[in-house]
């Protein structure tokens, strides 16, 4: 498994140590909106894909995007 490229300074992280079940639920909201919008589907009408990048600290394009949302969720449900 790839290591995960993410910002050490993203609001994730600090959401993840104060309140784990809300990190979790935007990671997991966050896959499946990403996971629309590469197949050409927009979440929301407010919804951009440049909040997801920057609240995960992550980059890349949509495809890039969901492939490293995916592994960290994968990795952090391992660790529960």
Known sequence: ???IDIDADCQFL???KTNNQMAMWNLI???SAVKLWTKGIKPSRHW???DVKNYFGMNGNAE???TKLETLLTV???DE
Do not use: F, N, V, Y
């Open 14 to 16: 600090k959401d993840a």
């Open 1 to 3: 498994m790839k290591p």
């Open 48 to 50: 951009r894909i440049t």
């Open 29 to 31: 909201t966050s896959r």
């Open 64 to 66: 890039t995007l969901l």
């Open 76 to 78: 952090l449900r391992e």
